[in-house]
């Protein structure tokens, strides 16, 4: 009998590397192989799918082997789950390397949470290749115009067509989001996070020739460099105070464990630390020889202690590298600009999976998050919600409409998890997931069918032309607007074998286990903004993370309708446009409508519902009891029976919210009551502040872009006039000493050789007289010789 | 013959020398310049038996003699085909019409 997290580890590590082979074999196959040829794609779509596969083999399995208990265990008492049947596995795969005590290895950590995120990214991902296959299939081509780069002789740029090396970046990223959602300690994902990076990195600018799009990678990269290096501080805080960077405990053998993060930080009963030094430092627990986990005794020598101020450093530490990824307030300035990227990629990695990335990790690393950096945390994504969805308002380009909404809800799930909403905060990831990537695909079909104009402007009046996207939109629009139904309930049976509610509509005096009819966002903005509320009614001080959210839930319900009525209801605003729309091929609403069916019903029973139960089950032990900070002068975090006292009255003003936002938009946008354009005159600064983006680009250009640009001239400027001038001294030095050698070389040496050749020369010439050809005069000279030898022999001997 | 001594003969010799030097270098016939170069053979072969005999050489003169003999049918031989060629080539026998590698 193979052990579970074998089985689990052994499927989701299948799914995981399935793109990498598929990456491997498309970019090579790819450039090797034809340009029209559809392989690649096949080839991507049958790896995901296969992953999605066994991903959802393996949440199967997992559910199955813990009996479903996670579903069975009702909202509000899980804390006191026993720890019978093991539900979180840890370990490892490959050891990288061992630097003394430091141990890098590719380790694996699967609680519910990971196995909700595989299944999630696998499907969305599905659904996004197919939808792609169409949308990128003008790629399929042997000569490419691109109709928006403009070379010097007033033509288009040609290029091969590059479908191939679409699909391979799309499975490299796959590749790379599985790992990082898999990752056993954090230094692994620190890795798959900087893949992520280099996969978006590649995307945004696959239309490389576009200057806009070449920039918006740079910039995306830049900016999550500076989120990055927040991150790294973290590792570091982390590495020398824990000596670990495993999430999960390390079996070391023979009944001895090693206590990983989570376990060092565990907190009591009433959610707090063992301190020393009069409340300072952080005592960190470890095992002892029986593999219990205990605060070790002051006498220990292995004891380790961190203080509490260097905790929150590493907080903040990491989130900042959440902040960079996740676009949250201030580096949120990337996403709207990663839009250049074709649109199947904004789908997938800037609005579902990467971009969630973040808020996944601030989710897995919730045990070591202090009060004060939740805090943080909540007001950070407080901002980011608020900034965003007032710039969506006044957005004219489809996607960018839709690039906000996506910083604004990714702001919402950050202040979930601030407020000490776990579950709420990824529940809410999950749903934004769905109806989020949906969104994107129908603005996809939108554009394509469009003819590539993204300006909602010269939209309008497509319904009737793209029936099937303008309804599935309006699936995600009221999603994401969270609007439900009032006074219809449902009340949920459960079936004793199957894990599927049975709904069944009943009367509103029937409270306990009884929602409204609502599609998926409603519920879950309607579990931040609880834990949202009853954060505030422990921390009045603080209100402003109940009414700002509140608030942003209005202007998204506003400015989500505002896109839907002005792409698809009134009169056609470009008549040659709209002559030629026509809806996407079925590969490309194909997914749209499975995803809008998701996007629906994925929250289905909201927080009695499977997935809210199941994310629900990975919740750090702590969380559900809260946290009293009263005494300590820090803040306190709500429980469960708090979020759930005040459910009613967050859901209700939600609710009211979403509504009014809805209807003003149709009286805007809808009937015309009031001319748009009016307003836009009447409060022409307010407009202008906000199509500026808050000013945000134009500050940081002022500060960070226009001094490095400063400091770059000046270094360009000691380049050019010290460092050239040094070198063109040493040059002209060496000219001028090469003339001379030259001279010498020619005068002398040269003069040498040839006075040598020359006498020679001279010589060979005057003795070539000599040869006269006459064999009677050389005949008489050799007599003479010999009669001039003779005599001279006689002559200087005489004596013979 | 004991009697007369050497210098009869070595003067006899050496006028065939001379002789032959002279021919050699006057004959423009390069038959002629062959005969000079028999006369001067012979004028050293004179030599060789003249020394041969009034000195303790023996018979060494004498073989030396015979091989200048031999060695001379042998250059006739060469040298007649020598010119027998150099008339083919300049329908004469003028040796000082053979300068064609004069410097």
Known sequence: MIDLGDKLSTLLAIAWLLPLLGFVIEVFGGYWGSRKSKAAANLAIGCIAT?????????????????????????????????????VFSGSFYTLADFGD??????????????????????????????????????????????????????????????????????????????????GNIFQVFIFWELVGICSYLLIGFYVERHSASTAANKAFIVNRVGDFGFIIGLMILWTSFGTFSFGDRDLGEGKKQAGLFSMVARGEHGEFATTNHGQDVVLKTFDDHGH??????????????????????????????????AQFPLQTWLPDAMEGPTPVSALVHSATMVAAGVYLAGRFYPVFVPEVLLTIAYVGCIT??????????????KKVLAYSTISQLGYMMLGLGVGGWAAGLFHLITHAFFKSLMFLCSGSVIAGCHHEQEMTKMGGLLKKMPITALTMLVGVIAIAGLAIPGL??????????????????????????????????????????????????????FLLFLIPLLTAGITSFYMFRLWFYTFLGKPRDQHLHEHVHESPWVMTGPLVVLAFFAAFCAFAGEEGNLFKMLSHSQPAHVAHGFDGSHAGSVSLPDHDAIHKSHSTAGNAALLAAFIGMTISYLIY??????????????????????????????????????????????????????????????????????????????????????????????????????????????????????????????????? | MDQLGPNPFLFIGAVLFVCGVVCMTTKRNGIGVLMGVELVLNGASLNFITFSKFTPLGLDGQVFSLFVIVLAAAEAAVALAITLNFYNNHLTIDVDRGDELHG
């Open chain 1, 293 to 326: 986990l205990q605060v070790p005794a002051e006498t220990d020598s292995t004891r380790k202690t961190i203080a509490y101020t260097l905790l929150i450093v590493a907080g903040l530490g990491v989130f900042g590298g959440c902040v960079g990824k996740s």
């Open chain 1, 670 to 800: 809808g009937k015309g009551v009031v001319d748009p354009d009016d307003i836009k005159r009447q409060a022409a600064a307010v407009h202008g502040f906000l199509v500026n983006k808050w000013g945000f680009d134009d500050l940081y250009d002022a500060m960070f872009v226009k001094p490095a640009h400063v400091v770059a001239k000046f270094a360009a400027a000691i380049d050019k006039f010290v460092f050239d001038e040094i070198l063109h001294t040493f040059v002209r030095i060496g000219i001028v000493i090469s003339k001379w050698d030259r001279k010498f070389d020619e005068g002398v040496i040269d003069g040498f050789v040839n006075m040598m050749g020359n006498s020679t020369h001279s010589m060979g010439l005057g003795l070539r007289n000599a040869q006269t050809g006459s064999i009677r005069q050389y005949v008489t000279f050799i007599a003479i010789s010999v009669v001039t030898l003779f005599v001279l022999l006689f002559a200087l001997y005489p004596s013979g």
């Open chain 1, 102 to 183: 430091l141990h890098l290895s590719l380790d694996y950590y699967i609680d519910s949470l990971t196995l909700a995120m595989f299944v999630m990214v696998t499907f969305i991902a599905t659904c996004i290749h197919v939808f792609a296959t169409g949308y990128m299939a003008e790629e399929l081509v042997d000569d490419y115009v691109d109709h928006q780069v403009h070379t010097h002789d007033g033509g288009h740029f040609h290029r091969p067509g590059r479908f191939y090396k679409f699909f391979s970046y799309m499975s490299l990223f796959c590749f790379a989001m599985l790992g990082l959602v898999l990752a």
């Open chain 1, 489 to 542: 309930y449902v009340r949920f049976y459960w079936l004793w074998i199957l894990p599927v509610p049975y709904p069944s509509i009943v009367s509103p005096e029937a409270l306990p286990g009884a929602y409204a009819l609502a599609l998926s966002g409603f519920h879950s903005k309607d579990a931040i903004l609880a834990t949202g509320l009853a954060f505030e009614n422990l921390n009045q001080v603080h």
């Open chain 1, 51 to 87: 992953g999605f596969l066994c991903s959802a083999l393996a949440l199967w399995m997992w559910g199955d082997a813990t009996g479903w208990t996670a579903l069975a265990a009702a909202h509000g008492e899980h804390g006191t789950t026993d720890h019978a049947t093991q539900t």
């Open chain 1, 385 to 398: 919600a608020f900034v965003a969805a007032t710039i969506a308002i006044v957005a004219t380009d489809i």
